[in-house]
């Protein structure tokens, strides 16, 4: 499976931004797909994810409320929805995904793209 994020770049705080993510060569319906960050010097922390259906999905204590997952399934893409931004959501999103459910490890990887909140 080949992963492609897009949509990252330079939003203010309070604001929004949607990140697209677009899978490719492999069967996408039936993988769970996860968005991942990491910040300079963090651990990288695992913020959203869907199942292939939809059914099934996580959140992140520290995006609850602001983060928002979908899943466009004839388009074979991911978004994630950003809201109310805050600086501390400053990092490098990546789009990942793994066969069957939401949680465990996953294995494909796409490159980051940067997000930058600042006033």
């Known amino acids: 499976v080949q992963l492609q994020a897009f949509g990252g770049g330079l939003a203010q705080p309070g604001g929004s931004l949607r990140l697209s993510c677009e899978a490719s060569?492999?069967?996408?319906?039936?993988?769970?797909v996860g968005w991942f960050r990491q910040a300079p010097g963090k651990e990288r922390e695992l913020v959203k994810a869907i199942s292939w259906n939809g059914n099934s999905i996580f959140t992140a204590n520290s995006v609850k409320g602001r983060f928002n997952i979908s899943r466009d399934g004839a388009k074979n893409t991911v978004y994630l929805q950003m809201n109310n931004l805050k600086l501390e959501d400053t990092a490098v999103y990546y789009c990942t995904a793994r066969k069957g459910f939401v949680y465990g490890d996953y294995d494909y990887w796409g490159q980051g793209t940067e997000v930058t909140v600042s006033s």
């Open positions: 060569g492999g069967t996408g319906s039936t993988y769970a």
